[in-house]
Antibody, heavy 119, light 109 residues
Framework: EVQLVETGGALIQPGGSLRLSCAASGLIVNTQYMSWVRQAPGKGLEWVSL???????YYADSVKGRFIMSRDNSKNTLYLEMNSLRVDDTAVYYCATVTTTWPEYFQHWGQGTLVTVSS | NLVLTQPHSVSESPGKTVTVSCTGSNTITNYVQWYQQRPGSAPTILIYEDDQRASGVPDRFSGSTDSSSNSASLTISGLKPEDEADYYC??????????FGGGTKVTVL
């Protein structure tokens, strides 16, 4: 059974940095396509980033240049490093697996971790 | 950039049929997926590749597309109280960006 557990959410001041983790079980992260999706309080889903098994990474325009997605194969864990945080980055951040065949969609989801950016 | 627009909310009585629309700002050239998000829970995949039900999804849920209106639809028939949730459409906009609709709250009266 696939399980994704996100941790690292916190209250952080604008301009600060934070690293989220997504520990995976039931799959090997470096053989998967993985993604981060966020949801601001009371709002809809927003795709944030995606990493292919080969290592290519893509980001939403709203986070490009500020967020970095990475993985640690030895820990079977995905990360999202968030820098220059803004108030509008406040959201629950979900990690998700992405199907490796077309169409690429978000198949398994974690329960999310809350990031609050506020002074 | 592709923008997917959904109605904010729809409501219907138990046993009835409800349809949620998802309209593209321009031609939706890639497949559309649908996700269900119950209150306090993470989203789950319902429909992929326009009209394919994900594993374990009852056949009361169906997806379709209409190229003439540049839209996709999720239909829930035989509405049940447990269907009360938020529903999101999603597609790929062709430049390594994945897009979600704004979500529709389905209320079972």
């Amino acid at each position: 059974e696939v399980q994704l557990v996100e941790t690292g959410g916190a209250l952080i001041q604008p301009g600060g940095s934070l690293r989220l983790s997504c520990a995976a079980s039931g799959l090997i992260v470096n053989t998967q396509y993985m993604s981060w999706v966020r949801q601001a309080p009371g709002k809809g889903l927003e795709w944030v980033s995606l990493m292919y098994s080969g290592g290519s990474r893509y980001y939403a325009d709203s986070v490009k240049g500020r967020f970095i997605m990475s993985r640690d194969n030895s820990k079977n864990t995905l990360y999202l490093e968030m820098n220059s945080l803004r108030v509008d980055d406040t959201a629950v951040y979900y990690c998700a697996t992405v199907t490796t065949t077309w169409p690429e969609y978000f198949q398994h989801w974690g329960q999310g971790t809350l990031v609050t950016v506020s002074s | 950039n592709l923008v997917l627009t959904q109605p904010h909310s729809v409501s219907e009585s138990p046993g009835k049929t409800v349809t949620v629309s998802c309209t593209g700002s321009n031609t939706i050239t890639n497949y559309v997926q649908w996700y269900q998000q119950r209150p306090g829970s993470a989203p789950t995949i319902l429909i992929y590749e326009d009209d394919q039900r994900a594993s374990g999804v009852p056949d009361r849920f169906s997806g379709s597309t209409d190229s003439s209106s540049n839209s996709a639809s999720l239909t829930i028939s035989g509405l049940k109280p447990e269907d009360e949730a938020d529903y999101y459409c999603q597609s790929y906009d062709g430049r390594y960006h994945w897009v979600f609709g704004g979500g529709t709250k389905v209320t079972v009266l």
